[in-house]
């Protein structure tokens, strides 16, 4: 347990940290225990084995447990670190696992506070094969960049707490003016500018219209981390009503955010060997709102094409979103991959139902117009709420269970109900008056 020592840390349903605004992913360690060297009657508490995480506001600490609940999570304020030790390397730190040492202040109650009465020496032991000297340097870096003082200063406070960031392989976090980098399709036109600032500094007068878009890119970045709050506070009590009518529908502000940057995407160069696992975490928590929309079930090529475009510049591949979403199974998350006999790959909720599905279909293929002249793809997909290339699945995956009946003609696919189980196998021409078969009878006779 972090105890009280530490801030405590949010977590999603996902096991991934809830970051502050503004707030970045640099370096990821796994397998990590946080010590405290000073006497044992400090309240600094022992975390053993866990997973820490550098951002440019935090050291965070998760547990291994931390995703299904198991243990709390704390946080180490980089305003909190008054001093980093440089690694003196000997013989024995040869043989021993990496560590790297800070000093912290700490309240006279004992928490962690960034102006404290008094201070410990705090050493991070990395017993996993995460590379210290790179933490180390990422953590002077982020020190010294002391990113939290820029989110509280002056009347931009709001702004600058809503502006979303990436970690860019050719300048890391931080851009040539020492802000934080965007991401999302902002990221994408700073990147463009910087390009041709550094081509042909004489351009810069033909981007005026570039830099004031810009400019109202971190307006437009604040208004969706509202809306983003607002969806997530939810909307039960009158008063919570009366705001959305304010703000406008929940669909539109659904659509607006995904058209914004994702904070902090993992990425390669902060994960390590853990990319994978925390890609995975943060597309289970990525896919709620677009599941939400599509009513629990979704493409994974359009998940694929959301999902990249709220990265902005820090796309990955198809094998990277197939084995983030292969990894679902080992965590406990709400959501799962899924492969229909015909080879199409989605993603839903545990709780889509596919009975509740055949339900609604058998419904509609019971219209007299149905039972006459069958139903296509298109027409299921505007009673299911999805695209028709879904709506055909789930039709297939009906004519499988043995609910519907498939016919191939030159204009496309018809369903019809099934009326097989209809037949009575002893006497085959016998004409039952009652079930589907009568209702079948008498929608055809009354078209004709």
């Known amino acids: 347990m972090a105890g009280n ?26 397998a990590v225990d946080l010590l405290c060297e000073d006497e044992p009657s400090t309240s600094f508490p022992h975390l053993k084995s866990g997973l820490l995480i550098l951002t440019t ?16 999570a704390g946080a180490v304020p980089l305003a909190a670190i008054s001093h980093i030790y440089s690694v003196k390397k000997s013989l024995r730190s040869v043989f021993s696992s990496p ?9 006279p109650e004992g928490r962690v506070t960034a102006v404290g009465s008094r201070s410990v020496v705090v050493t991070v032991v990395a017993r996993g094969k995460g590379d210290c000297d790179s933490f180390l340097a990422k953590l002077w870096e982020n020190w010294r960049a002391r990113a939290w003082e820029e989110a509280g200063s002056g009347s931009s406070n709001a702004a600058a707490a809503a502006e979303t960031a990436t970690t860019s392989s050719s300048g890391g976090i ?15 036109l700073r990147k463009e500018q910087e390009m041709w600032e550094s081509t042909d500094r004489s351009l810069q007068e033909a981007f005026q219209d570039l830099n004031a878009l810009m400019s109202k890119a971190k307006e437009m970045v604040m208004l ?10 939810g909307s039960s ?39 994978h696992q925390q890609l995975s975490r943060q597309l289970a928590d990525f896919v709620k709102i677009p599941l939400e929309k599509a009513g629990g079930i979704i493409n994974l090529i359009d998940i694929y094409c959301l999902f990249n475009r709220a ?42 139902s596919d009975e509740e599905v055949f339900n609604k279909v058998k419904m509609l293929v019971m219209k007299p117009d149905a039972l006459r002249a069958g139903i296509s793809a298109s027409d299921a997909a505007r009673t299911l709420g999805v695209a028709p290339a879904m709506a055909k699945e789930h039709l297939l995956s009906a004519e499988s269970k043995g609910l519907l009946c498939r016919d191939v003609s030159p204009d496309g696919f018809r369903f ?33």
């Not at 931080?174 to 994408?188: A, H, Q």
């Open 311 to 352: 990265r902005g510049t820090e796309l990955i591949s198809p094998d990277d979103l197939l084995q983030a979403c292969s990894l679902w199974e080992k965590f406990d998350v709400p959501v799962v991959l899924r492969k229909f006999d015909s080879g199409v790959m989605v993603i839903q909720t545990k709780s889509h």
């Open 237 to 275: 009590s009158q008063a919570n009503a009366t705001n959305d009518e304010e703000m406008g529908s929940k669909e539109e502000m659904q659509d607006w955010l995904l058209s914004v940057g994702i904070i902090s995407p993992v990425t390669k160069e902060s994960a390590g060997a853990l990319y």
């Open 99 to 107: 560590r790297v040492r800070f000093q912290v202040s700490l309240s």
């Open 5 to 30: 020592c530490l801030p405590p840390v949010n977590i999603t349903g996902s096991g991934r940290p809830v970051l502050e605004p503004n707030e970045i992913e640099c370096f990821f360690l796994s």
């Open 174 to 188: 931080y851009s040539s003016d020492g802000t934080v980098r965007m991401v999302g399709v902002s990221g994408i």
């Open 416 to 448: 019809y109900i099934n009326l097989f189980p209809e037949i009575d196998r002893v006497d085959m021409h016998l004409v039952k008056d009652r079930e589907i078969y009568a209702l079948w009878v008498q929608a055809n006779h009354s078209h004709a």
């Open 57 to 72: 506001h935090r050291l965070l600490w998760l547990p291994d447990s931390a995703a299904s609940g198991g243990g709390a």
């Open 224 to 233: 969706a981390e509202k809306m983003r709050l607002k969806l997530l506070s």
